[in-house]
């Protein structure tokens, strides 16, 4: 049921949110799935088929669902969230957001 909440969710966002034009300094979110991923760079498919590049930083945040996940953990063809913001003309990328892994079993106290 929480996967089915979580998707029907992640699917509600990647339609309303699409790649928006960059601002310096403002946030934006691009949905889609990764095509390429390296120590320091990021390339995400966006919904719409168009292709952002987003630099990863020491500082940038990798979550799974409510865990912490590492960029490693990123995976080329997984449906993401990224949150960039523009920067002298750089894309730096704050937050990857990963998808909780379909079939993973309920931590301890947690109910289906």
């Known amino acids: 049921m929480k996967n ?24 934006h979110k691009v949905m889609g799935k990764v095509v390429a991923v390296s120590e320091d760079k990021i390339e995400v498919e966006a919904t719409d088929g168009k292709k952002v590049e987003g630099v990863l930083l020491a ?19 997984e449906r993401v969230v990224i949150v960039t913001v523009e920067e002298k003309g750089h894309k730096n990328v704050k937050q990857v957001l990963l998808g909780e892994v379909a079939g993973e079993p309920a931590k301890q106290g947690e109910k289906h």
């Open 59 to 77: 500082t940038t945040r990798y979550r799974r669902g409510k865990a912490t996940a590492a960029r490693t953990d990123v995976k080329v063809g």
């Open 4 to 27: 089915r909440i979580l998707g029907a969710a992640l699917a509600a966002v990647f339609a309303l949110v699409g790649v928006a034009a960059a601002h310096e300094g403002h946030e």
